[in-house]
C-alpha cells in the first residue's frame, strides 16, 4: 500500500512538478497570474477560503486533485456516509455525519436508522437542558443549579471546552461552566474550590466509561459533593441523582459507578471520540448555549457535510484544504501547520484541532500493515492572534523551517470595541502578505538601514499560508468550521492510506503506567525492572515524595 502510494502515476507526476514550480516565489507566482488573488479562492458554506498564497498554481492543483481521485477520495467519502465499517483496524463504522444530519433524513446503519436514535438523544438533552436553564431541575437541598462542572478528556474534554469558550456570548451568562480533565488534582479542585456544590450537576462524559482520568475525576468530584450535601450514607444516592448525569456508551459502567442510567445520555459506538462534540458529549454545550443554539451548530456541520460530499472538488472547501496540506507535507516538506484565529472567542480551537487532526492522522502504517514511505500528519498547533505576532511568529518569518499557517478571521465581533476589530484584521491581512512576499535586501537598504542590519531585517517571504474568512461567529459558523477541518483530515488519510479512525498509539502508555502506579505506592520499593533511567526515575520520585 506504501509503495503503492510513492509509485503511483499520480504522486510521480506531482513529484516531478514540484521539482519544476515547487521553488518559484510566491512573488513569481503573482507576477504571473494578475487574477491570482481572486481565482485562487473558494467559497461555501458561509466560508470565503483564499489559497493564492500557497505555492500552488493551477497545475498543482490539478495534479493534486487527480491523485484524490486515484486515491479514492471519492468512493471513501461514499462509504463513510453510508455507513460501512471503514475504521477497520476498529471494526467500526464512521458516522459522526449522522449526528448533524436533520430530522426525518434516514441514515442505516446495520439496516437501522440512527438518524431517528440521534434525534430521540438530542429531544432529551433539550428536555434536560430547559429544565436546569429555567430551574426547574432542582439540586438535592432544592436549589436552582448554576453551575455545570464537565468531567471528562481528550474527545470527551477538547470539544466541549473549545465549542463553550466559542460560543460563549451565546451562552447564559448567569451560569458557570468548568471543565475538569486532568488527573492532576488541581484540575479538580481549582474547579470546584468556589462553588456551592448545592447548586453545581456534573457531568461525567465517557465513551467507554474506562478512562483513568476521568474516572479519578468523577470519584473526586462524586466524594466532594456528597461530603458538601451532608449527604453520606442513606441520603447519597439521592444527591447523586440530582447532581450528577453520564454521557456515555457504557450502561453498565455508569451504573457500576452509581449514576441512575435514567440520569444517562447515549451516544453510539460509531461515533469516535474526537468526532463526538455535537452528540451527548455536547450537553455541557447545550447547557450553556441552549437547545436552538446547538441546532444551528449542529445546522452549520450538516451544511459542511453536504457540501464536501456534493462538491466537485475543484470548488470543495475540505478537499482543497486537505490537498493543500498534501502538497505542503509531502511535496514542500514542512512538517506541521499553525492555525492562527483572529478571534478570541476560538482561543482553544488550536487545542481541539490538535487531537483532531493529530490522533487521526499520526500514524506509520497503512490500513494494511505497511510502514509508509512518505510523511502522514503535520503536527498542528497555534495561538489566536494577535498574541502569537509577539511569540514565535519571528520563527515563521525569519527561521528555517517552513510552517504553512491557516489563518482564521471574521468580519464581524461580537464585542465592538472601538476601532480594534479593524486592527485585529489589519494585523491577520498584513501577517499573510508579510510571509508571502517578505522584504528583499534591496527594499531594506533603500529604507536607508546600515549594511551590517540589512541582513538581519531581510525577510525572504515565500511562506505559504491560507485565509479563511467568515461574517460571524455564530454557532452555525462554529459548527461549518469543525466539519471542514474534520472532512480535511479524512480526505488526507484516505490519500496517506491510513486509518484516521483509530488511536492505538495512546495505549502503550497507559498500560505502563497502570504498573507504573504500584511502583510508586507499594511500601516497600518493589524490585524494579524497567531501564536504568525509568528505574531511577521511581526511586527519585519515591524519595521525593517521601521527604
Ligand atoms: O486518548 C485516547 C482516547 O481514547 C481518545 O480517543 C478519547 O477521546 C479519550 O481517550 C477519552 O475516552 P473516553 O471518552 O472513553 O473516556
Request: proline share 3%; charged share 20%; glycine share 8%.
Amino acid at each position: 500500500m506504501s509503495a503503492d502510494l510513492t509509485r503511483s502515476p499520480a504522486w510521480l507526476a506531482l513529484k516531478q512538478h514540484a521539482a519544476q514550480v515547487g521553488g518559484r516565489h510566491l512573488r513569481e507566482l503573482f507576477a504571473a497570474d494578475p487574477q491570482r488573488g481572486e481565482q485562487l479562492v473558494i467559497e461555501g458554506v458561509g466560508l470565503y477560503l483564499d489559497y493564492a498564497k500557497q505555492r500552488v498554481n493551477a497545475d498543482t492543483m490539478d495534479l493534486l486533485r487527480q491523485l484524490a481521485e486515484a486515491r479514492g477520495v471519492r468512493q471513501r467519502t461514499a462509504a463513510m456516509f453510508a455507513g460501512e465499517r471503514i475504521n477497520t483496524t476498529e471494526n467500526r463504522a464512521v458516522l459522526h455525519v449522522a449526528l448533524r444530519a436533520p430530522a426525518g433524513e434516514k441514515i442505516l446503519f446495520d439496516g437501522h436508522d440512527v438518524v431517528a436514535d440521534v434525534h430521540a438523544v438530542l429531544e432529551r438533552m433539550a428536555a434536560f437542558s430547559e429544565q436546569v436553564r429555567d430551574g426547574s431541575w432542582r439540586g438535592h437541598t432544592g436549589k436552582r443549579i448554576r453551575n455545570v462542572v464537565s468531567i471528562g478528556i481528550g474527545g470527551s474534554d477538547l470539544g466541549p471546552v473549545m465549542a463553550y469558550e466559542a460560543l460563549r456570548d451565546f451562552s447564559q451568562r448567569d451560569m458557570v461552566f468548568r471543565f475538569v480533565s486532568n488527573v492532576d488534582g488541581t484540575d479538580f479542585a481549582e474547579a470546584v474550590r468556589d462553588l456551592d456544590a448545592a447548586e453545581t450537576l456534573f457531568i461525567v462524559c465517557s465513551k467507554t466509561f474506562t478512562t483513568l482520568e476521568t474516572l479519578s475525576n468523577a470519584q473526586a468530584a462524586r466524594q466532594w459533593a456528597v461530603q458538601a450535601l451532608g449527604a453520606e450514607g442513606a441520603n447519597e444516592n439521592q444527591a447523586v441523582a440530582k447532581h450528577f448525569v453520564a454521557v456515555s456508551t457504557n450502561a453498565k459502567e455508569v451504573a457500576k459507578f452509581g449514576i441512575d442510567t435514567a440520569n444517562m445520555f447515549g451516544f453510539w459506538d460509531w461515533v469516535g471520540g474526537r468526532y463526538s462534540m455535537e452528540s451527548a458529549i455536547g450537553l455541557s454545550t447545550m447547557l450553556a448555549i441552549g437547545p436552538t443554539h446547538f441546532r444551528d451548530m449542529l445546522a452549520g456541520f450538516h451544511a459542511m457535510d453536504v457540501h464536501f460530499r456534493d462538491t466537485p472538488f475543484e470548488r470543495n472547501l475540505p478537499v482543497t484544504m486537505a490537498l493543500l496540506g498534501i502538497w505542503n507535507t509531502n511535496f514542500l516538506g514542512a512538517a506541521t501547520v499553525a492555525v492562527l484565529p483572529y478571534e478570541q472567542y476560538l482561543k482553544r480551537f488550536p487545542a481541539y484541532l490538535q487531537q483532531l487532526t493529530m490522533e487521526s492522522n499520526g500514524k506509520s502504517v497503512t490500513v494494511d500493515g505497511q510502514t509508509v514511505d512518505y510523511a502522514t500528519g503535520p503536527i498542528y498547533w497555534g495561538e489566536p492572534g494577535t498574541n502569537g505576532q509577539h511569540s514565535f511568529y519571528q520563527l515563521i518569518h525569519q527561521g528555517t523551517r517552513l510552517v504553512p499557517c491557516d489563518f482564521i478571521g471574521f468580519g464581524k465581533t461580537r464585542n465592538p470595541v472601538g476601532d480594534q476589530h479593524d486592527l485585529l484584521i489589519a494585523n491577520l491581512i498584513a501577517q499573510g502578505e508579510a510571509l508571502a512576499f517578505g522584504k528583499s535586501a534591496d527594499e531594506v537598504r533603500a529604507e536607508g538601514t546600515a549594511e551590517a542590519l540589512v541582513a538581519h531585517r531581510t525577510f525572504d517571504g515565500n511562506r505559504p499560508s491560507s485565509t479563511l474568512l467568515a461574517a460571524e461567529l455564530t454557532p452555525f459558523a462554529l459548527g461549518s468550521l469543525i466539519a471542514l477541518y474534520e472532512h480535511s483530515v479524512f480526505v488526507q488519510g484516505v490519500i496517506w492510506g491510513i486509518d484516521s479512525f483509530d488511536q492505538w498509539g495512546v495505549e502503550l502508555g497507559k498500560q505502563l503506567a497502570k504498573a507504573t502506579i504500584a511502583e510508586l505506592t507499594a511500601a516497600q520499593l518493589p524490585a524494579l525492572a524497567h531501564d536504568s533511567s525509568t528505574n531511577a526515575l521511581i526511586r527519585r520520585y519515591r524519595q521525593l515524595r517521601e521527604g
